[in-house]
């Protein structure tokens, strides 16, 4: 793969050879530096993948920013708003499709599902399904650069909240399945939906999966020492998180013992 593009000051501009990131002006505790709008391709047509929020500006800046080149669809890693929420305007903007796995976000007849290809100006995109994060989370493998795009399901920073659309079991299914993809692909970037790109690919995703071993063995814990909901095992595993991510934290806590619940 050609040499990745990794800023000192942010992931704005980062990617790969046939992937540009720009990213969305929507900086927050739980989206990290903002939403990372993924640019596919270097030839006259490519693929949009995360408009992200509905933001006149950084749409329009997306829109400057591929000039002439054609979009030939716009695909959402999931349909949560900090990624889909301008999907409809910015696909309108530029005469594209919106391409989803739920169809409440498509625009027009094409979906997405685990195994689909789409071939574009020479690029190939193959789609892979992670359900976890949510329901209909979808990765996407760069397979000319090696890259995979994993929206919420791998971020640059921290680790991923399972939200109320979304189960552990099918998340860690997920994991598991990017581990083994990473490796028989070799695969040599994670290009996330938030925070910075990740050049090491099978660290990362061991990483997350060790992770989510010791916060489950972290909340047996809990229990075994008293903790009765999910608000007081937060106060126990989850001590040194900020207020501002407790809600988040909460949430998390409750998919873990709907995990436990039904091993």
Same mark, same amino acid.
């Given at each position: 793969?050609?040499?990745?593009?990794?800023?000192?000051?942010?992931p704005?501009?980062?990617?790969?050879?046939?992937?540009?990131?720009?990213?969305?002006?929507?900086?927050?505790?739980?989206?990290?530096?903002? !939403?990372?709008?993924?640019?596919? @391709? =270097? &030839?006259?047509? %490519?693929?949009?993948? /995360?408009?992200?929020?509905? $933001?006149?500006?950084?749409?329009?800046?997306?829109?400057?920013?591929?000039?002439?080149?054609?979009?030939?669809?716009?695909?959402?890693?999931?349909?949560?708003?900090?990624?889909?929420?301008?999907?409809?305007?910015?696909?309108?903007?530029?005469?594209?499709?919106?391409?989803?796995?739920?169809?409440?976000?498509?625009?027009?007849?094409?979906?997405?599902?685990?195994?689909?290809?789409?071939?574009v100006?020479?690029?190939?995109?193959?789609?892979v399904?992670?359900?976890g994060?949510?329901f209909?989370?979808?990765?996407?493998?760069?397979?000319?650069?090696?890259?995979?795009? !994993?929206?919420?399901?791998?971020l @640059? =920073? &921290?680790t991923? %909240?399972?939200?109320? /659309?979304?189960?552990?079991? $099918?998340?860690?299914?997920?994991?598991?399945?990017?581990?083994?993809?990473?490796?028989?692909?070799?695969a040599?970037?994670?290009?996330?939906?938030?925070?910075?790109?990740?050049?090491?690919?099978?660290?990362?995703?061991d990483?997350?999966?060790?992770?989510?071993?010791?916060?489950?063995?972290?909340?047996?814990?809990?229990?075994?020492?008293?903790?009765?909901?999910?608000?007081?095992?937060?106060?126990?595993?989850?001590?040194?998180?900020?207020?501002?991510?407790?809600?988040?934290?909460?949430?998390?806590?409750?998919?873990?013992?709907?995990?436990?619940?039904?091993?």
């Open positions: 793969m050609s040499g990745l593009r990794i800023p000192v000051d942010g704005d501009g980062s990617g790969t050879a046939r992937a540009t990131n720009l990213l969305a002006p929507n900086a927050s505790p739980m989206t990290l530096d903002g !939403t990372n709008t993924w640019v596919l @391709g =270097r &030839g006259e047509s %490519v693929l949009l993948v /995360d408009p992200g929020p509905d $933001d006149d500006a950084h749409l329009r800046r997306v829109a400057d920013h591929l000039g002439e080149r054609q979009v030939a669809a716009v695909l959402l890693t999931h349909g949560h708003p900090d990624h889909s929420g301008g999907a409809a305007r910015f696909a309108e903007m530029v005469g594209a499709p919106v391409r989803a796995l739920d169809p409440r976000h498509r625009l027009g007849d094409e979906g997405l599902d685990d195994g689909d290809v789409l071939t100006d020479g690029l190939e995109v193959r789609v399904g992670t359900p994060h949510s209909d989370s979808l990765c996407f493998w760069l397979a000319q650069d090696r890259a995979m795009l !994993t929206g919420d399901t791998i @640059g =920073r &921290g991923t %909240v399972i939200a109320p /659309d979304g189960n552990l079991a $099918d998340y860690l299914r997920s994991l598991d399945k990017l581990r083994w993809s990473a490796e028989m692909l070799e040599e970037a994670l290009l996330p939906g938030h925070g910075p790109m990740l050049p090491d690919p099978i660290g990362k995703i990483e997350y999966i060790a992770h989510r071993r010791q916060r489950l063995d972290q909340i047996r814990q809990a229990i075994r020492h008293g903790a009765r909901d999910a608000r007081e095992i937060v106060e126990i595993v989850y001590a040194d998180v900020g207020e501002s991510l407790r809600a988040a934290a909460e949430a998390s806590v409750a998919a873990q013992l709907d995990y436990l619940k039904n091993l």
